[in-house]
């Protein structure tokens, strides 16, 4: 098991708490917080950050990788079931922020582009309202608790 | 442990076969089989296919999940020291081939877009002549070995 670096010298915005915003917090997990995705135009995109600094998945520890991957099943689940889900995408990056992080994003029957990646699918962001957001943050909760 | 439906009726291309090309094979891993992805214009694209159909992580066993990131991390460790990556990404879709498969991308220092998801980045396809693709399997296969 070894650290990566911080990214961006020792500024980390995942460690600093400055993302994702605590306002999208959905809930504590075993290795990671799981967040809504601030851009909802794809309804229930979440992303679940690891709670310690890491890039890779080879810099983690075997079973704190296996807990990690039950949080991602459990969520993706979850996301499924509370958007009534075709299929759910999972995706781990780091380009921008090199801290683990998993895009989760429930495809639902009234995709746009459903046999696209959502990445490739240009479109203007829809920040939710907050009231529409904490709906939203519910609805998944409740279905992580089940 | 639930068996999904197999997508497009009976016929899924990973299950028949007919996708990924056998010429692409890298190598057998515990649960999938690594491949070569036909479009190198990101160098040492690759795609690891779940042996067996299923659809989505949580329809796996715990167990057979936990292997299959083992399978995942042991090849994108490889791919990251075998082309002196700085990052990698990984990305389980399923949208246009609903069969578990991993997309593991190295990102290069040479990298055209460092920031994007390369699916988000525009480009003609580059298909290797086949001994330049063999030489790039076998530069996998040999960091997979070590």
Redesign the interface.
């Known amino acids: 098991m070894t650290e990566s670096p911080a990214p961006y010298g020792a500024a980390c915005p995942a460690c600093e708490g400055s993302w994702p915003a605590a306002a999208d917090r959905i809930a504590e997990l075993s290795e990671g917080t799981l967040y809504l995705h601030t851009d909802q135009f794809f309804p229930g995109w979440s992303v679940l950050v690891l709670r310690r600094h890491a890039?890779?998945?080879?810099d983690l520890a075997?079973d704190e990788?296996?807990r990690l991957?039950?949080d991602?099943?459990h969520a993706?689940?979850a996301l499924?079931e509370a958007f009534d889900a075709r299929?759910?995408?999972?995706?781990?990056?780091?380009?921008?922020v090199?801290h683990i992080h998993w895009h989760l994003i429930p495809?639902l029957a009234g995709d746009p582009a459903?046999?696209?990646?959502v990445?490739?699918v240009r479109h203007d962001a829809i920040e939710l309202r907050p009231d529409d957001r904490a709906e939203r943050i519910a609805r998944i909760r409740d279905r992580l608790r089940r």
Chains 1, 2 share one sequence.
């Open positions: 890039t890779e998945l080879f075997r990788r296996g991957v039950e991602v099943t993706a689940r499924k299929k759910v995408n999972y995706a781990l990056f780091g380009n921008l090199p495809r459903p046999r696209e990646p990445f490739a």
